[in-house]
């Protein structure tokens, strides 16, 4: 069955440091691949996603994630934080050879980005 | 352009009464999703449906029902609140359901069972 785990419930950062959340997946074939950021009062918003093509993936707002199947991780990083991205930060995973529903949510990453 | 809409978006309950979620989409997406959060569990799928007339048990169903009369709307009903329906809930859509689609999620309904 696959799973997600998000290594850290909480991440404090210093504006202008460096982000860096972790994701790690269990698939029995490389799935697809996602980041889901939730700002307050929000609903989620796709960052980014890994479907195969390029391993280095670049997303909105200078996020990217790197697909690295031996690792089976998907971190999300930013050079820089900015005082905006203090959000919830889901990744997901979905089999590719199963069916829309599957989609698995991890337990989120609070990022708060200290002034 | 509005999206995916819930409402409302605060509730409390007491135990055993009973309410509706509403959710609507003007995207014309066929799939829609009803998922809850809790805190430090992520999401978890409750009911979803693949256009109108037809909705399927997604992980968590028990003791809610769903409803798609029309492609926009898919309302979500709680019968008997219990503390444990204490959650935050999204609805979602997505135009095919595609696996390596991307979710249109609404704002959310955060909900207290008292």
């Known amino acids: 069955a696959q799973s997600v785990t998000q290594l850290g419930s909480h991440v404090s950062v210093s504006e202008g440091a460096l982000v860096l959340l972790r994701c790690n997946y269990s698939?029995?074939?490389?799935?697809?691949l996602f980041w889901y950021v939730q700002y307050p009062n929000q609903g989620l918003q796709l960052l980014l996603k890994?479907?195969?093509?390029?391993?280095l993936v670049k997303g909105i707002n200078g996020f990217e994630a790197e697909f690295k199947k031996s690792e089976t991780s998907f971190h999300l990083t930013k050079p820089s934080a900015h005082m905006s991205d203090a959000a919830e930060y889901f990744c997901?995973?979905?089999?590719?050879?199963?069916?829309?529903?599957?989609?698995?949510f991890g337990p989120g990453t609070s990022l708060s980005v200290i002034p | 352009n509005a999206g995916v809409t819930q409402t409302p978006k605060f509730r409390i309950l007491k135990i055993g009464q009973s309410m509706t979620l509403q959710c609507t989409q003007d995207m014309n997406h066929n799939y829609m999703y009803w998922y809850r959060q809790d805190p430090g569990m992520g999401l978890k799928l409750i009911y979803y449906s693949v256009g109108a007339g037809i909705t399927d048990k997604g992980e968590v169903p028990n003791g809610y029902n769903v409803s798609r009369s029309t492609t926009e709307d898919f309302p979500l009903r709680l019968e008997l609140a219990a503390p444990s329906q204490t959650s935050v809930y999204f609805c979602?859509?997505?135009?095919?359901?595609?696996?390596?689609?991307?979710?249109?999620f609404g704002s959310g309904t955060q909900l207290s069972v008292l």
């Open positions: 890994y479907t195969s093509a390029a391993t």
């Open positions: 698939s029995s074939v490389p799935p697809y």
């Open positions: 997901a995973v979905s089999d590719r050879q199963t069916s829309y529903d599957k989609v698995i």
């Open positions: 979602a859509s997505s135009y095919q359901g595609n696996p390596n689609e991307k979710l249109f």
